[in-house]
């Protein structure tokens, strides 16, 4: 039973807020009975995790468990209420798109993915894994300047969903690119969708650079009605997504 903030195990918590210690330690936190559920179902295993003493859950599942008197994971939660749940999980451990594999032919590649680039909002990364995994099966490609996959809004964001998706990096995602812009694209409807194709978005203010749209094989808009002249990158990678799933299915 854990009786102290002393805790090495919670003073681990406390340091894991830091995208920083997260990068150099290679684990991450994930927070609540639904997310903790998922990577269990998923069938990754934390390799700790810290219950509520007073309100247990998930404890039969998880190997390296401790109960912790109450209030305790209160104080280094980032969460509004109170976890009955808190749990270290490892980075390595999390779906990874395996290039060498799909590159050999020994593996298939998920049909459809998402490039992201630059995409600073953790919300935002994380309401994508949600809709790569609802709309796909899909992956998701993140570039240097995205935010953490593994922070805590991303890990919100996405329901769960980061411990089923895939994720690779940027530059080395396979599939024909297809650049997502505000402006100056063929209407997505017109756009023809197939097997392969790599759906590329950037960051909501800046969009996509100049040496990013050359590198796509084609740039398609979302025609947009009224004052509008933009949409929520989550927004735009979900209804492309649709589409994409729409034809395909």
């Known amino acids: ?21 997260r ?42 468990v401790d109960l912790c008197v109450p209030g305790l994971l209160g104080e280094v939660s980032t969460l509004a209420h109170p976890p009955r749940v808190i749990a270290i999980f490892r980075d390595e451990d999390m779906p990874r798109l395996d290039l060498d594999a799909v590159a050999a032919g020994t593996a298939k590649a998920p049909a459809v993915g998402i490039a992201l680039w630059h995409v600073g909002d953790p919300g935002n990364i994380g309401t ?32 769960g969903a980061c411990f089923r ?38 960051a909501e203010r800046a969009g996509l650079p100049d040496h990013v749209r050359r590198g796509c094989d084609l740039l398609a808009e979302i025609p947009l009605q009224g004052a509008a002249d933009s949409l929520n990158v989550a927004m735009a990678g979900t209804i492309a997504l649709y589409e994409w799933s729409r034809r395909r299915g």
């Not at 991450?28 to 859950?57: H, K, M």
């Open 128 to 159: 994508l894994f949600r809709a790569a995994d609802a709309l796909g099966p899909a992956f998701v490609a993140l570039s240097e300047g995205c935010a953490d996959a593994t922070g805590p809004k991303s890990l919100r964001g996405s329901s």
């Open 23 to 64: 990068a150099r330690l290679g684990l991450f936190v994930a927070e609540g009975e639904d997310i903790v559920e998922a990577a269990l179902a998923a069938g990754i295993q934390p390799v700790q995790a810290l219950v509520d003493a007073e309100r247990p859950v998930l404890e039969s599942r998880l190997r390296h």
């Open 1 to 21: 039973m854990i009786t102290s903030a002393a805790n090495q195990h919670l003073k681990l918590i406390r340091r894991l807020e830091s995208r920083a210690q």
């Open 165 to 202: 998706v895939p994720r690779c990096g940027f530059e080395e995602a396979p599939g024909r690119r297809i650049g997502l812009v505000a402006r100056a694209g063929r209407p997505l409807a017109e756009v023809e969708l197939a097997d392969g194709d790599l759906l590329v978005l950037g």
